[in-house]
């Protein structure tokens, strides 16, 4: 079952911009977008920003001051303005949510299956 639809993800130029989309499918429901991880060849994924609850946007220090994030409640959906691109902000990025029980407790991260984006001249 598809929880997450993401979009935006291609081809950017060093210093260019893109921008990703994440919200949950129609079938999915009481999904909370939170933001967005990356995961380039050969290593480890990795936060590149999220909205906690409550709480102001993180950000990883690579992207800091060229990447924004926002949340639209309205609509659940995160997006994840990328500016100054980067060659190595090349990586597939996730969509991270959290999927929400009757009970905290068992609440579940979900995962988007991943956009590429590669930044190259």
Not at 4 to 23: D, I, N
Not at 49 to 77: E, L, Q, W
Not at 82 to 109: F, G, H, Q, W
Request: charged share 20%.
């Amino acid at each position: 079952q598809v929880l997450l639809v993401e979009s935006g993800g291609g081809l950017g130029q060093p210093g260019g911009s893109l921008r990703l989309s994440c919200a949950p499918s129609r079938s999915a429901s009481r999904i909370d977008v939170k933001g967005w991880y990356r995961q380039a060849p050969g290593k480890q994924r990795e936060l590149v920003a999220t909205i906690p609850d409550g709480g102001m946007a993180v950000y990883a220090d690579s992207v800091k001051g060229r990447f924004i994030i926002t949340k639209d409640n309205g609509k659940n959906t995160v997006y994840l303005q990328m500016n100054s691109l980067k060659v190595e902000d090349t990586a597939v990025y996730y969509c991270n949510a959290i999927s929400r029980a009757l009970s905290p407790k068992y609440d579940r991260a979900v995962w988007g299956q991943g956009t590429q984006v590669t930044v190259s001249a």
